[in-house]
């Protein structure tokens, strides 16, 4: 065999990953950089979308103190990746469906979602799922590919009944190993869905690294063979991440099918709060990963334009604090689960046998 | 009343059912411009239209991911999974997703979807399509399994299914596809889903099964019966959650029971029977629960089915068996 038939095979490689652009708008300093695309955002939305990156962040910070004083179940935080859940769906419109994973419980609380009920979802109480009419979205998904096809269906049905909605859904780097994944991109390209998949590549999945996950050279290139458009941008730079979903929304509304997009972004923190990640990565990436931090740039950006200063941040700070700490002692008042409303819930109408274990249980429960 | 099959019974619910209520879709594998590798679709495109009836990837775990999607769009999907087995790669989407949909939204909203799938011996199929694994997606909660033993039922069973806002895992078994026809009704009609069938009354002796064990035990009753022997003859029809109170009623009165299902001891619904009815009627009875079942081996290659399924022959003798203790 001649070298030249390796030199085929390798080319295609480098070719396919190669055709994946970068989308990064805003740079590490702060400075507009514009590669791929440019920012739209007014003066006002860029403060609006600050508010809310630092409402996320916030939001984090007091739910892990929260969790260290044992006041919240097992959280996993998302501290480093707001960005790349709110700017993302920032772009998006209220009546967009969102399908989160377990950690986009804090986009989801942005959708509508009250804090009380992210913090019942966290201590594992069923209230948190019950979402009043008119907030658009799912519970978080456990199982990290499920959504995906999900969203391929529902993004059908929009598609089929001409809504001007779209099917909104986050997967993590891992969840692009799970099967769901191909199936789902596959299918909302063959059915046009109308749906954004944020890919948040945030190097790993609990430990294992990115590049056990897949030997190809990026995550948004696997949108290729499904004939659907992939791209990456830097999930540290909220106008990108704002930009490549809003184009990705008309993208989708205008008839095209889905888009992939995945974003660059990093954990800061652990992957859920009984995890160490001091046994798989380093502080050294660490670091470098919190000096990239979006909130760091944006100051800058943003503070140069005269549009952000400390006490602002610190109104959000404080207000975001308070929004927590109110949901923490909400959430503790919420009336105890009982077994017989749980069994109320597997049929819409109890069959028989599930009518006695109902009635039995009411029995204990009134004593 | 018009004679039919199975097959042009479950086409009549579909057909008709998408006429009353536009939301309805059905998808799947050759579903579409084929008609289904069984013709149960066939005529349905051009009836109903190419974007109501349609074909999907080969990919079941997407085919049960849309239908729930599609179910939070407000449609009423049938999605169907070609064979029983392939089921398999679609477990997360039929059991952690469809069957939990309610439950985990507190209630507040189910998912009408009902997946319409094949299984069953007798036909020589190849590996993982005859497969009865009704026992292991019963273990579910939220999931109502369905399982119709002929023309007649499978009509009324599966227009109940499609009307229901809960999951329904409606299985078809092939050798009842065309092997048994009988007259059913030309108009729309629904039988209750959560009551088991009295297809014969008798006093000597109950037997519960479901599917095509019903027509194996009807030809091993016809010998009993010249014996003298009154069978009370029980079709479960919805097999999860299945119907107690008919099974401990007629137990009681007849004080002896035998259990038939085609599936392996080990799966199938059973043990579960049994458990209900030791728990439920212990001290009514005069014999120990009698079981017909498959041996504990994988679904047999097709040409060893003829010594694996469990047949009329084996009932009679269980019968015999738990009559004399």
Redesign the interface.
């Known amino acids: 065999m001649s070298k030249q038939d390796f030199k085929l095979f390798e080319d295609m490689m480098k070719k396919s990953e190669a055709a994946i652009p970068l989308v990064q708008i805003l740079d590490e300093k702060g400075k507009l950089v514009n590669k791929g695309m440019k920012s739209s955002l007014t003066d006002e939305e860029l403060v609006d979308l600050m508010k809310v990156l630092v409402w996320g962040r916030t939001t984090n910070e007091r739910l892990i103190l929260a969790g260290r004083q044992g006041r919240i179940g097992n959280l996993p935080p998302s501290e480093g990746q707001e960005a790349s859940q709110l700017a993302t769906l920032f772009a998006m419109n209220k009546t967009d469906f969102v399908l989160p994973t377990y950690r986009d419980v804090i986009p989801l609380v942005h959708h509508g979602m009250s804090m009380k009920n992210a913090v019942l979802w966290y201590r594992g109480h069923v209230a948190a799922n019950i979402f009043p009419e008119k907030i658009y979205g799912l519970p978080a998904q456990t199982i990290i590919g499920s959504q995906i096809i999900q969203a391929a269906g529902l993004g059908y049905a929009y598609r089929r009944d001409e809504k001007d909605q779209v099917a909104f859904t986050y997967i993590g780097d891992g969840g692009t190993s799970q099967g769901d994944f191909y199936e789902g991109i596959n299918f909302a390209g063959i059915f046009k869905s109308q749906a954004v998949f944020i890919v948040q590549n945030n190097k790993y999945g609990i430990s294992v690294p990115r590049e056990m996950q897949t030997k190809a050279g990026t995550l948004a290139q696997k949108a290729a063979a499904a004939g659907i458009p992939g791209i990456q941008v830097d999930g540290m730079d909220p106008l990108a991440l704002y930009e490549a979903t809003k184009t990705a929304r008309e993208y989708t509304m205008a008839g095209n099918g889905p888009v992939l997009i995945e974003t660059l972004t990093y954990r800061f923190g652990a992957h859920t709060l009984s995890d160490d990640p001091k046994r798989y990565r380093s502080q050294e990436e660490v670091d470098e990963w919190v000096a990239k931090d979006f909130l760091i740039r944006m100051r800058t950006y943003l503070g140069e334009k005269g549009l952000w200063n400390e006490e602002m941040e610190q109104e959000v700070i404080d207000a975001t604090t308070k929004e927590v700490n109110d949901a923490l002692d909400l959430a503790d008042n919420e009336p105890k689960m009982k077994v017989s409303q749980l069994l109320k819930n597997v049929f819409e109408v109890p069959t028989p046998r599930i009518q006695k274990e109902i009635e039995m249980y009411e029995a204990k429960e009134e004593n | 009343m018009a004679v039919k099959n199975m097959v042009q019974a479950i086409n009549e619910a579909l057909t008709q059912e998408m006429k009353r209520d536009e939301r309805i879709l059905v998808f799947g594998e050759d579903v579409g411009t084929n008609g289904g590798v069984f013709r149960v679709t066939d005529g349905m495109v051009a009836e109903l239209g190419a ?1 109501r009836v349609f074909d ?2 080969l ?1 079941e ?2 085919i ?12 009423r ?1 049938i999605p169907e999974i070609q064979f029983s087995g392939f089921t398999m790669e679609a477990i ?2 039929l059991l ?2 469809l069957a939990r949909h ?7 909203e ?1 998912v009408p979807v009902t997946v319409r799938s094949t299984f069953g011996g007798g036909v020589g199929t190849p590996e993982l399509h005859s497969d009865n694994l009704e026992g292991l997606f019963a273990q579910s ?2 999931l109502r399994i369905v399982i119709p033993s002929g023309p007649y039922d499978a009509k009324g069973l599966l227009t109940a299914a499609i009307r ?3 999951p329904v895992y409606f299985l078809e078994h092939l050798k009842l596809y065309r092997s048994v026809t009988e007259e059913v009704p030309a108009e729309s009609y629904v039988i209750d889903l ?1 009551k088991a069938h009295v297809v014969q009354e008798g006093t000597d002796i109950t037997i519960v099964t479901y599917g095509a064990m019903v027509h194996e035990s009807k030809k091993a009753i016809e010998k009993l019966e010249k014996d003298g022997i009154s069978v009370e003859l029980i079709d479960l029809r919805t097999v999860a ?1 299945f ?3 008919t099974i401990l009623n007629s137990v009681k009165k007849t004080g002896r029971v035998v259990v038939v299902q085609e599936a392996q001891r080990l799966t199938g619904i059973g043990n579960h029977i049994m458990a209900e009815i030791a728990e439920g009627a212990m001290y009514d009875l005069e014999a120990a629960i009698g079981r017909v079942a498959a041996p504990d081996s994988h679904f047999p290659f097709g040409q060893a089915e003829s010594i694996w399924l469990p047949n009329a022959s084996l009932i009679e003798e269980q019968v015999r068996k738990t009559m004399a203790e």
């Open positions: 974007d999907t990837p990919a775990s997407g049960m991911g849309m239908a729930l999607g599609m179910a939070l769009g407000g449609f999907p997360d989407g952690g997703q309610r439950y985990r939204l507190g209630g507040k189910g909660p939220g229901n806002n809960d959560d959650p119907d107690i109170d």
